[in-house]
């Protein structure tokens, strides 16, 4: 068996970035379930008052839930 030797910054730097990704992706599951639903018509309402969205995206996310 042999042994993985690495420094204590960079083991505290992947511990960081492993619960930052699994924060993000528990944030992301509530986020998607706290979004109020919207009927057609509701949205063809929201639409008509507001315009369509645009399509441009910052940041996108595929989620399964």
């Known amino acids: 068996m042999s042994a993985i030797v690495t420094s204590k910054k960079e083991l505290k730097t992947v ?3 492993g619960i930052r990704e699994a924060l993000d992706e528990e944030l992301m599951k509530l986020r998607a379930i706290l979004v109020p ?3 057609e ?3 063809k309402e ?3 008052l507001y315009g369509k969205p645009s399509r441009k995206a910052a940041k ?4 399964e839930l």
């Open 15 to 17: 511990v960081k970035e």
């Open 37 to 39: 639903y919207a009927s």
């Open 41 to 43: 018509k509701e949205q």
């Open 46 to 48: 929201i639409e008509r």
């Open 60 to 63: 996108s996310r595929k989620l």
